[in-house]
């Protein structure tokens, strides 16, 4: 290994230095997206546009697809798969994955499971149980504000659906060696043991439903690329129990504000994003005070010389998630590499899009209490 590959860790309790997207694609041994696989998805989806997300590479990779879609055109629907880690508030990173989830629900209507992983989270985090339950329920609101069917989406919360799970993680755990726990997530003997165990309850719901209905059923599983390692696992189990290995769909990390490395995370303060309750002036700041500029020094330099979409975290985040416009954003980054855009302005439509974005979830989150029990999964 060279010093360079060394800069790198990628797992889901872990993601630091530059990431290398190809690399991983190789080490992890995944499939990258190509044109044929987006023609099937569109064949698929009939006359629609593809996701801007699919058009733009962000989702960019996955394992099965081409199997996958080949099953849904013989009649062979899958379900979907995600979930979250409730430790803390949802920023924007989270909300992309969930709304690309919600477009895959809406185009194949599908069923959606979402598994909310109290346990995971209670068991790696300096947290009470109390406060984990806390942040269970206000991330579910956020989960309902992204508008899923309530008929077709199941919430899953380990310690509450303890009964219907731990007879499936059971299976899974005595299949599985504590020697591959410790390759796939870099752990030792000083881990605790509720965590050696838990990559078994996240490997359920992808096998929950076929156990629920009583038939094999695929299953399709957006996530960011850093869960690969659980689902590594779950692919080499689930056939030695009678299921199909599940396949996925992963994006590339939405870049923390103040630059390119690692990932977004509500748990660490210096990388704190952009949240899903944030007010416009919140937004404003956070934007103008922290996102990384790809600008120059001075505004004649930046006229002269114009400044760089590739490291510029507003340019990111509208080409990641909040531009779906094609030609809106290759004329902003156009505008901005020829030095006609200046930072400040691309920095004010960024803010006006996000804030614009936040405003419509808020409205649907202030709405969702009510609905929690309309999604939670009936046992
Ligand atoms: N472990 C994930 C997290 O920490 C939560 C999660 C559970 C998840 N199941 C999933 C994420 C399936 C994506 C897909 O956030």
């Known amino acids: 290994m060279g010093e360079k590959e060394r800069d790198m860790t990628v797992n ?41 997300m ?22 062979n629907k899958f379900f979907l798969y995600t979930g979250c880690g409730p430790s803390g508030p949802v920023h924007v990173g989270h909300l992309m994955v969930w709304y690309f989830t919600k477009w895959l629900q809406d185009k194949f209507d599908v069923e959606l499971y979402f598994q909310f992983t109290d346990d995971e989270k209670f068991l790696y985090k300096d947290l009470s149980y109390e406060e984990i339950q806390k942040w269970t329920e206000e991330n579910m609101l956020d989960v309902i504000a992204v508008g899923f069917n309530p008929k077709k989406t199941h919430f899953i919360i380990d310690t509450k659906h303890a009964g219907l799970m731990y007879p499936q993680a059971i299976k899974v755990a005595k299949k599985l060696t504590f020697s591959t726990i410790k390759a796939s997530f870099g752990f030792n003997e000083s881990n605790n043991v509720g965590s050696i165990f838990y990559t078994a309850m996240q490997a359920v719901p992808a096998f929950l439903p076929s156990v629920l209905k009583k038939k094999k059923m695929p299953c399709l599983i957006p996530h960011a690329i850093d869960q ?4 590594r696992i779950t692919r080499d189990i689930l056939p030695k129990l009678g299921y199909y290995k599940p396949a996925s769909i992963q994006c590339s990390f939405l870049p923390p504000l103040t630059g390119s490395e690692g990932k977004m995370s509500s748990s660490s303060e210096a990388s704190k994003g952009i949240l899903s309750t944030d007010s416009p002036n919140e937004v404003k700041n956070k934007i103008n005070r922290y996102a990384f500029s790809g600008g120059r020094d001075t505004i004649e330099e930046h006229k002269k010389l114009g400044g760089n979409t590739e490291i510029d975290v507003s340019f990111q985040y509208l080409k990641y998630f909040f531009e779906e416009d094609d030609k809106k954003l290759k004329e902003i980054e156009k505008d901005y590499k020829s030095g006609k855009l200046s930072t400040g302005e691309l920095k004010k439509y960024a803010i006006e899009k996000i804030s614009k974005f936040l405003e419509e979830h808020q409205k649907r989150r202030k709405n969702a209490k009510k609905l929690i029990p309309q999604y939670i999964l009936k046992t």
């Open 12 to 52: 889901p309790y872990q993601v630091e230095g530059k990431v290398d997207y190809e690399r991983l694609v190789k080490e992890f041994g995944l499939e990258k997206i190509n044109e044929d696989i987006l023609k099937k998805i569109k064949k698929a989806i009939g006359k629609e546009e593809l996701h801007f």
């Open 54 to 75: 699919l058009r733009r590479g962000i989702f960019f990779a996955g394992r099965d697809l081409n199997w996958l879609l080949n099953e849904y055109e013989k009649g």
């Open 228 to 231: 690969d390692p659980h689902f």
